[in-house]
């Protein structure tokens, strides 16, 4: 093992900043603000050199992406001069954009990859404890976005795909004993389809070396082996005669594929047998790869929909669910991996960001309700410091980090379960703006999730599952009404599907909802049955528009202002049932 870093160090190093969390924030917060106080975004705000906490707060206000967003722009364009940092920005990340309809610039820097690579090794090093691994592979479903140059001339391509291609993330992988299967022509290889594939290829072609099956987002490790289930006999058939199937066209790809490929006709029994001897497949990860330990990507948040497959892939393998971060920057590392997922909390790491927390009071949920993008106009919620947080509350999550974003509201609200010294374990609750709310009524993603979970109960019955789902709010109609669209694994029988449809309206528990539903002050939900693939679809769309695979969430709600999506979700609809529930 190349000795990059010592795990028992990596533990102490994160024991002493926790334990003097508070010393550490103030600490990291002078530090940004001495680099940086030059920046123009600094001085507006009348900051004048001053670094301590309270002449920050009053001083700055709470910036949404939108606030920062003419700063970002100008940076993009090449204006070089100190906008938002000391030091110019020369990489540019697309986030994900998944819940807004459209990617969005953010800064990226040399701290931001730092500060990746210490949230990936403190993780490592707690993981390693609970499970060790060898000096395997990891089979590993990443890709990278296109990376392209900016009008002003800056690289620009997802947080991912900047952090994929750095050399530090590769000496911090080798470090963690987890190479990955595929070449880098793979990963970042133009068409992802191609690329899945190819990763289930060299996966199956390092079988018995592979320890770690993981993405950034679990939702592509359930993604792989759906395709899988469609691709089997195919990579077999690659893999007994040798040569690479021609649906693979990209010539980087082929090249560096063809090059790991040698004919075993051997492996190819082997593959077979397993598949032919696996009952609807379940536990094909273990049979595949039989030196597995775990399962690694995150798992929280919108990716807790995809668990029930995962597991169902895993057998018996212990899923571990990995960091919380942004392409904003991160947040926290998950020390406690023998958690299930839906446990995982995220332990705060004080010396990479300086944070704040909006309590969630009565005043600040009518904030958070906003389903807009907007400047935030209201009085300005009052913050607590990352110590000051208290176990069991809900906060609206702020940071200001190394990469010029100051006080800036990520948009996610987080509970806090615990503390790790004096800092913080964080649990992910919800996306801010991604709420179901037609008047008192007040549904987040998770009760969307909770819903869909339910109803998929009966379509179970009929051995059939939901793929995917995603929900609109339709004010065409007087009152309006909530949709849900479904990608059924199957056909279902109308009679389930009517049964599905009445038990989604009755799982929306929130008195708002109900009672709203009672009056008729909010017509009856709507379930749409999808053409199978309609989810490929709409990934497509926000490939094409510069996202990467690896950062990709399902859109839990399609807004009338993501009018690409839900042209593909309406285009796409095969049936549509409308509840009977509240008579
Ligand atoms: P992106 O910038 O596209 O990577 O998306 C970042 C967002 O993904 C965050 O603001 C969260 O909403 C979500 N996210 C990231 N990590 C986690 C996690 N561990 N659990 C739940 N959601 C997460």
Sequence with gaps: MEKIFDPEEVIEEFEFLSRDAERVQTETLRKILEENGGAKYLQKWGLDGRTDPESFKACIPLASHNDLEPYIQRIVDGDSSSLLTG???????????????????????DELMESTMQIYRTSFA??????????????????????????????????????FSGSPYKKTMKAMQSSCCSPDEVIFGSDFYQSLYCHLLCGLIFWDQVEVVSSTFAHSIVHAFRTF?????????DIR??????????????????????????????????CMGLSNWYGLIPELFPNVKYIYGIMTGSMEPYLKKLRHYAGELPLLSADYGS????????????????SAAYAVLPNIAYFEFIPLTEHVTSQILDNSESTFSSMEPKTVGLTEVKVGEEYEIIFTNFAGLYRYRLGDVVKVTR????????????????????NIDKNTEKDLQLSVEAAAKLLAQ????????????????????????????????????????????????????????????????????????????????????????SQFKTPRCVGTNNSKVLQILCNNVVQCYFSTAFG
């Design 327 to 342: 392409s904003e920057g991160w947040i926290g590392a998950n020390i406690d991996p023998k958690l299930p997922p839906e």
């Design 241 to 274: 005669v040798g040569c690479l199937t021609n649906r693979v066209t990209v010539p980087s790809v082929r090249t560096a594929v063809s090059k790991l490929l040698k004919p075993n006709p051997e492996l190819a029994d082997r593959i077979y047998e397993k």
């Design 419 to 438: 503390f790790h010294n004096a800092t913080p374990e964080l649990q992910f609750v919800c996306r801010r703006n991604l709420l179901l709310n037609i």
């Design 87 to 109: 030091k110019p920005i020369t990489t540019i990340s697309l986030s994900s954009g998944t819940t807004q309809g459209k990617p969005k610039f953010v800064p990226f820097s």
């Design 462 to 549: 009929e051995k059939l599952e939901v793929v995917d789902f995603t929900s609109h709010i339709d004010l065409s109609t007087e009152p309006g009404h909530y949709v849900i669209f479904w990608e059924i694994s199957g056909e279902a029988s109308e009679e389930v599907l009517k049964e599905c449809c009445n038990c989604l309206d009755r799982s929306f528990v929130d008195a708002g909802y109900m009672s709203s539903r009672k009056v008729n002050a909010i017509g009856a939900l709507e379930l749409r049955v999808l053409k199978r693939g309609t989810f490929h679809k709409i990934i497509d769309h926000y490939v094409g528009l510069g996202s990467a695979l």
């Design 229 to 237: 289930e469609q691709a089997w006999e195919e990579l077999c058939a």
């Design 126 to 163: 707690y993981r390693n404890r609970e499970f060790p691994i060898r000096n395997g592979k990891a089979l590993q479903f990443i890709y990278g976005s296109k990376q392209f140059k900016t009008k002003g001339g800056l690289a620009a391509g997802t947080a991912t795909t900047n952090v």
